[in-house]
């Protein structure tokens, strides 16, 4: 049999070891990442990211000029699969936080790996698929630097966390005709450290630095469930050219059920003194706790959304022209429990509208042509309320799939680039801490038949 081919082996490898090399402790400052599980990393595909986070209805790989994809938000998409997939993407994060009391401002980037996802097909003619991978969840890094006075002494205290979840996953999709169903499982991992350092200052005692931190371990198993469901609403065939112009309508659900993470926690308040160098010493053990078990509820999770497309058929083959499409997303944060204990949360909703155009994916000539672009918005409420008043927010975002090796009858890859860019906001006048931030996310979608029988030797 012939494996992968030379050209998407050889590509898979030198971006993947690019991905593991990266060092995942993120450079960014963001203490709405106290709050809950830290800061969602939206755990979107880059094509979802250019339309605003259009996930639940969208799909792919049915026509020459796309490609194939893994939408791992939808696993209802994998029935669809006609060939490998291999998928990877980087993201770049720049954030500014803005404070009215204290006045100030603080500027933070961080570049990780975003996914990694594997599609392929089981049985072609059953519409069977598998796919599985590696996504970030969430990501917890803060420091929060407080001086008070406290009879006519200084106090300083530094706030720290870091952290994050992750998931490993993976999911089987299946269709009949016009309706795909799906389900992902898998395990669901991370960690969680936070401390609070204190110094007193005296001018004539000296008193020792105090350190009260809490490193806790989570995991467990998840189920996440999709479906979708398409239909043509008017097509139109040329009787001259034999070409057909459809469009369709798509409907798509998917949800996450709520899920009890299993923590191991270790507890220590201790004393202790920086060296030269900066780094902690400890001189004194006031309370220690280890392997402390418990629970964190991770609430549900649903969304649903709809899709119009068009598409043109004809002696060259099926060509996606045109998608738009609109999704509501809600998941219920006031369940969530931490070791038995609520959290400054609250039910989180979103709304995202997107599309993306293809303005002639038949042109030998005009390259840009050829292009997919991307364009969304979306608005909503934040799942975290750290100050009481909410947290509104909304991002405009545009991407674009380049084609490096497009489709043809007598070949079996298919290599885009992906692009997304996102602008948005977390925050509003109501409250004391606002957020703008900006996020870059690239990668590939390799596509090839990597298993084909030999006819001839």
Excluded at 10 to 39: E, H, K, M, W
């Amino acid at each position: 049999m012939q494996l992968v081919s030379s050209t998407t082996g050889r590509l898979a490898f030198v971006v993947s070891c690019i991905i593991i090399s990266i060092n995942l402790t993120a450079q960014v400052n963001s203490p709405y990442s106290r709050f809950g599980i830290g800061d969602l990393n939206g755990s979107h595909h880059i094509i979802s990211r250019g339309m605003g986070g259009i996930r639940a209805a969208y799909a792919d790989g049915l026509s020459n000029n796309v490609g194939q994809s893994v939408n791992f938000a939808n696993p209802a998409t994998y029935g669809s699969f006609y060939m490998i997939s291999y998928d990877l993407a980087l993201l770049i994060d720049s954030r500014t936080l803005v404070s009215k009391v204290p006045n100030g401002k603080n500027n933070s980037i961080y570049f990780i790996p975003n996914y990694i996802a594997i599609g392929m097909p089981l049985d072609k003619k059953k519409g069977l698929g598998m796919a599985f991978g590696l996504k970030p969840i969430s990501k917890i890094n803060y420091q929060v630097i407080e001086r008070t006075r406290s009879a006519g002494d200084s106090i300083g205290t530094v706030y720290e966390g870091n952290g994050g979840l992750n998931q490993a996953y993976i999911g089987i999709g299946k269709k009949w005709k016009d309706l795909h169903v799906g389900f992902n499982t898998g395990y669901t991992f991370g960690r969680k450290e936070i401390s609070t350092k204190k110094t007193f200052l005296n001018d004539t005692i000296p008193y020792n630095q105090s350190n009260s931190a809490s490193i806790t371990n989570l995991g467990n198993v998840f189920l996440h469930l999709g479906l979708q469901y398409e239909f043509s609403v008017y097509k139109k065939v040329n009787t001259i050219t034999k070409a057909t112009r459809n469009y369709l309508l798509r409907f798509g659900a998917s949800g996450t059920l709520q899920q009890t993470l299993n923590t191991s926690q270790n507890i220590i308040k201790e004393t202790f003194v920086v060296n030269s160098i900066g780094n902690p010493i400890p001189i004194d053990t006031v309370f220690r706790q280890d392997n402390v078990k418990g629970t964190v509820i991770m609430p549900a999770t649903y969304e649903a959304g709809i899709v119009l497309h068009k598409t043109l058929s004809n002696t060259a083959g099926l060509f996606e022209l045109w998608s738009f499409g609109v999704e509501y997303t809600t998941t219920q944060w006031k369940n969530y429990r931490f070791n038995g204990q609520p959290d400054a949360l609250n039910n989180s909703w979103m709304v995202k509208i997107g599309g993306q155009i293809s303005p002639n994916p038949q042109a030998q000539r005009n390259y840009l042509n050829n292009v997919n672009y991307r364009v969304g918005f979306n608005f909503g409420q934040d799942y975290i309320n750290a100050d009481g008043n909410g947290l509104k927010t909304m991002s405009a975002s545009f991407g674009a799939g380049f084609p490096i090796r497009k489709w043809r009858a007598y070949e079996t890859q298919f290599t885009v680039l992906q692009t997304a860019f996102q602008f948005g906001k977390r925050g509003s006048n109501v409250n004391n801490i606002t957020e703008n931030f900006f996020q870059f996310t690239f990668g590939l979608s390799l596509n090839d038949n990597w298993f084909i029988k030999r006819k001839y030797d």
